[in-house]
């Protein structure tokens, strides 16, 4: 059964339906953390959807890194490592990277950067297209991970398809339950609208201040061009309840 199915529609906010509703349609969404967290607006949209357009659209009225926010029981799946788990393997051989540890970060207690990748059909990797056909083929590739049982062979295919590095980077969600960053709040709400809980997200930049651009112009973009503006607790509240109908 779709997870949209499970939940109760009744029990969620008209706007929200709505906002779900674009999500399945592959049209982005607008995602704001908290003022008291980064105070960012991402840009949104279910990583299967995504086409070079779409990127186009990141990249001008986005302006920040476009990533793929996968979650983490796929991850896990994949077995695919945050990137401190890297950079603390390879220590030993290489010194610097023992000096590099991210246990600064003003806002989080852990970074959710996983490794790059480019999808083996692209060229230079960087393109709108490449990087279209990198995030929609992984997309892809994840919603068929339950047919793909064997973790050798999953990891084969994995890795025929895809290369490492590459230009699009890998955002692994530690559960909503435990950080509230955009990773775990677009992968949660793409389990809520019942699709692959693996998006495309892209910062929301401001080439007037050079900062993130406020909370005040991501809506104002939104009214503009007639896209959903979500928070923090919207998405909570409404993955709550999946959780409650799923258990």
Not at 133 to 162: A, V, Y
Not at 212 to 226: C, G, H, M, P, V
Not at 232 to 246: F, G, H
């Amino acid at each position: 059964m779709r997870l949209q199915k499970k939940l109760k529609m009744d029990n969620i906010h008209s706007s929200l339906r709505k906002t779900l509703e674009e999500l399945r349609k592959g049209n982005f969404v607008l995602i704001h953390d908290s003022d008291k967290r980064e105070n960012e607006t991402d840009m949104v949209m279910a990583a299967e959807f995504v086409r070079a357009e779409d990127i186009a659209q990141m990249r001008k009225d986005g302006g920040g890194l476009i990533c793929i926010a996968v979650e983490r029981r796929i991850a896990e799946k994949l077995e695919l490592p945050f990137m401190s788990d890297i950079l603390s393997l390879g220590s030993d051989e290489f010194p610097v990277l023992r000096y590099l540890k991210a246990d600064d970060i003003p806002y989080d207690k852990k970074s959710s950067f996983s490794i790059s990748i480019n999808y083996r059909g692209t060229f230079t990797g960087i393109t709108d297209t490449d990087r279209a056909l990198t995030i929609r083929e992984f997309g892809k590739f994840c919603r068929r991970l339950n047919n793909l049982n064997n973790k050798d062979n999953l990891q084969r295919e994995f890795g025929s398809k895809f290369r490492s590095p590459g230009h699009v980077n890998l955002l692994i969600s530690s559960g909503l339950e435990n950080r509230e960053g955009h990773t775990e709040l677009s992968t949660a709400l793409m389990k809520i609208a019942g699709l692959t809980p693996v998006a495309a997200i892209c910062e929301m930049m401001d080439s007037k201040t050079h900062k993130a651009l406020s909370r005040k112009d991501t809506i104002l973009y939104a009214k503009k061009n007639n896209l959903k503006f979500l928070e923090t607790n919207e998405i909570k509240d409404a993955y709550r309840k999946l959780q409650k109908v799923s258990s």
